[in-house]
């Protein structure tokens, strides 16, 4: 069965689909969707994309951090990615004194650019389909835990030997198709990486949650950063000796533009997507666990939006949390409505039933929709209390951070409570408190309360006002200075202790048990996922995303939200200055940038009079592209991915190419806000532009 599978997912890159342009495939695999991908306008070959004979396109390719992308835009290490990748790294570095946030950071020489600890960038070495090897030994009559153990095994020597063959090499093996293929991913790690500029937050964040999701975008959503090596360019420690990484291949940067029709693919690290699951699973998405989490972020957002909004310290203490928070909040209401606009679950059940037909004479997925059904109804309740528990009662800062305080090695308390309370703000924490706990009260069943609480209601005859004056007037969690004089014994009798073991004691049991659910529900996908490709012969199919290197690809289009409504592909200046107000933050922008919008003083970057600012295109991206190069045709740079449309952000469960758009910033707004509105235009000439007619060199 093993081998016969493996033919037919080498089979299914080579089907094609009636849904334009989705799809997040494997560069291993890119060869198979290369003819595909020239008929559409690439002038590049299967090996230029990805290749371990000869520098391609991949080797100027990084994750960001562990949920971001990156790419290599100047032989002397210098990367560039979304500035709401590098935004804790930014805000890290902000003070009211030195508010970058609000004002930007440009290291104008290389002593300036600031070090970043904790951050790391990983190049893909290799993948590799290590199947075989990983399920050496596996027979058809061991149980699950069997296997897992037969592939952890495997696992672990395969890993091993693959860490050994390079310096600071790191390995992963992932299962693709709920475990009927595993890949191994090498990657080289670099942990040297500087901050060298980053716009202010009035042009990085323009629009802020407001235009979120939202076309058209006026977001110059960039951030710089420089990677160091050692003398040797291997990847080292932060060292004044260290000096800049000489990269195999980074991107020549294109002036030519976009235009509605041209060619694009985005190559990057997708996140996570879910697109075979049933309609059920689609359902509960849709229709229950959504609209929770969004009533329960909106309260939170509200509250620290107050406090934000009275004071700039807060305001910077709350930045990165707030849009943290506001990101998936607003993804989650576009994914609903899209689900319901395309009639999703109904589809899904259609296809079910299809497939319970086909299945009905063979007895190896006979059954298996039903029996995946009554798996997904049996845990929902719990499932549905574990996703409210996690945001509400452990949104509360101090109750979250009091836990991991006493859980935290002793010698690392200190550092811990240092970041804790640099960006922590009582009121807000508390006001948020009295919010979330009592929407639990409301939706959560009486079952799933810890005793504790039960108590603790009757106590307070349900006054959350009153239980919360009491827990952070009483807490030693509540002041850094009683935190680290209060004795260890006593912290483990504080009502924020007390609170965060009872809740998240029975919720470990909880979580448990949705996690053995969850496990005999991925092992039905397994058969599922395959009968689904016999079942399918004509359709698509390509593994969903786990932060591994992808490639999608597709044109620049814009698209219909709406009858009577359409969106052109592209924005410009224009936009910002229409939407620019001095009285609200997040269109305030920099005084600079209105000098040159009334002195029309564009230099090489005007096009059409203005100066382009982002645009859209049909490929197929989820969380963790963020900051991925938007490349065209001949291989160069003239994008950086940063959202997608809010129409269009159920594509993580159903892709619908009338609507699902990526959008970019267009390299050529940034290339203008560094040289025009930072006057760093010495970051500049380290870089390669390419115009028409230019050459495509593959940097070495």
């Known amino acids: ?43 590049l070959s299967a090996a230029d994309l990805y290749s371990l004979e000869q520098v391609s396109l991949k080797d100027g390719i990084v994750q960001f951090g562990r949920g971001c992308t ?9 990367l560039i990615t979304n500035h709401h990748c590098g935004y804790g790294q930014i805000q890290a570095h902000s003070s009211v004194e030195h508010d970058y946030l609000t004002n930007g950071f440009w290291a104008m020489n290389r002593s300036e650019e600031l070090p970043n600890p904790g951050l790391t960038v990983r190049f893909l070495v290799r993948m590799e389909d290590v199947t075989e090897a990983v399920l050496n030994g596996y027979v058809s009559t061991m149980s699950e835990e069997q296997r897992l153990e037969t592939v952890a095994k495997n696992s672990k020597k395969i890993i091993e030997e693959a860490q050994k063959e390079g310096i600071s090499y790191s390995a992963d093996i992932l299962p693709l198709f709920y ?52 003398k040797n360019n291997n990847p080292a420690p932060y060292s004044e000796e260290n000096v800049p990484y000489r990269p195999k291949h980074f991107f ?100 079910e039933e299809s497939f319970k037909s086909w299945a009905a004479d063979k007895p190896q997925y006979n059954g298996l929709v039903e029996k995946m059904d009554s798996v997904i109804l049996s845990y929902r309740d719990e499932l549905f209390a574990t996703e409210y528990f996690n945001e509400s009662a452990l949104s509360v800062e101090l109750v979250r951070f009091a836990g991991n305080y006493l859980k935290a090695d002793p010698q690392k308390r200190e550092q811990l409570a240092q970041s804790f309370y640099k960006d922590f703000y009582l009121p807000i924490d508390k006001e948020i408190f009295v919010a979330v706990i009592n929407s639990f009260i409301r939706d959560v069943d009486q079952c799933y309360y810890p005793d504790y609480f039960k108590a603790l209601l009757e106590k307070y005859d349900s006054d959350l ?51 053995t659910s969850v ?3 991925n092992l039905l996908y397994r058969s599922y996922m395959r009968g689904l490709m016999e079942f399918q012969t004509d359709r698509l199919f390509y593994p969903d995303a786990n932060l591994t290197l992808r490639i999608a690809y597709g044109e620049v289009k814009g698209y219909s939200p709406a009858d009577g409504i359409y969106y052109h592909p592209s924005s410009s200046l224009e936009g910002i200055m229409e939407k620019d107000n001095p009285e609200i933050y997040d ?45 065209d045709a001949e291989g160069n740079l003239i994008g950086i991915n940063f959202d997608r449309v809010w129409e269009g952000t159920m594509s993580d469960i159903v892709f619908d190419p009338t609507v699902c758009r990526n959008i970019a910033l267009d390299i050529r707004y940034a290339l203008f806000v560094i040289d025009k509105v930072a006057g760093a235009s ?13 050459t495509n060199a593959m940097n070495e």
Do not use: C
């Open 1 to 43: 069965m093993k081998k016969i599978f493996l033919v037919l997912f080498a089979t299914t890159l080579l089907t094609f689909s009636t849904r334009a342009d989705e799809g997040m495939w494997l560069p291993s695999q890119i060869s198979e969707k290369i003819k595909e991908m020239q008929e559409k306008g690439l002038e």
């Open 70 to 78: 990156g790419e290599l835009i100047s032989a002397e290490g210098l």
């Open 587 to 631: 269109y305030n922008i920099p005084q600079r940038l209105r000098d040159i919008y009334a002195t029309k003083d564009y230099g090489r970057w005007e096009e059409n009079g203005s100066v382009p600012v982002a645009f859209i295109a049909t490929n197929h991206t989820t969380g963790g592209n963020s900051g991925s190069p938007v490349i």
């Open 252 to 351: 020549n940067i294109s002036l030519d533009g976009v235009q509605e029709g041209d060619f694009t693919f985005v190559y990057g690290f997708p996140g996570s997507t879910r697109e075979y699951i049933l309609s059920s699973e689609v359902d509960y998405i849709a229709n229950i666990s959504n609209p929770a989490k969004i009533d329960l972020r909106t309260q939170r957002l509200d509250i620290q939006r107050k406090y934000m909004e009275s004071s700039p310290a807060v305001r910077i203490q709350y930045a990165s949390k707030n849009a943290g928070i506001a990101n998936a909040w607003k993804k989650w209401q576009g994914e609903a409505k899209g689900i319901k606009r395309l009639e999703t679950v109904a589809q899904k059940r259609a296809l």
């Open 682 to 694: 010495h970051l500049l000439d380290e870089m390669v532009f390419v115009e028409e007619n230019g």
């Open 179 to 230: 475990g009927n293929v595993y890949y191994m991913f090498v990657y080289q790690v670099f942990s040297d990486v500087r901050l060298v500029g980053a716009p202010p937050s009035s042009i990085g964040k323009f629009g802020g949650d407001t235009d979120n999701w939202m076309w058209p975008r006026h977001t110059g959503d960039f951030s710089i950063f420089r990677i160091y090596a050692d």
């Open 465 to 515: 006002n009153a239980m919360a004056q009491e827990f952070f007037s009483n807490t030693a969690f509540a002041d850094q200075q009683r935190l680290q004089s209060t004795p260890e014994e006593i912290l483990s009798n504080d009502v924020m202790i007390l609170f965060y073991n009872a809740f998240n004691d029975l919720y470990r049991e909880l979580g448990a048990k949705v996690t």
């Open 519 to 521: 496990k005999e529900l």
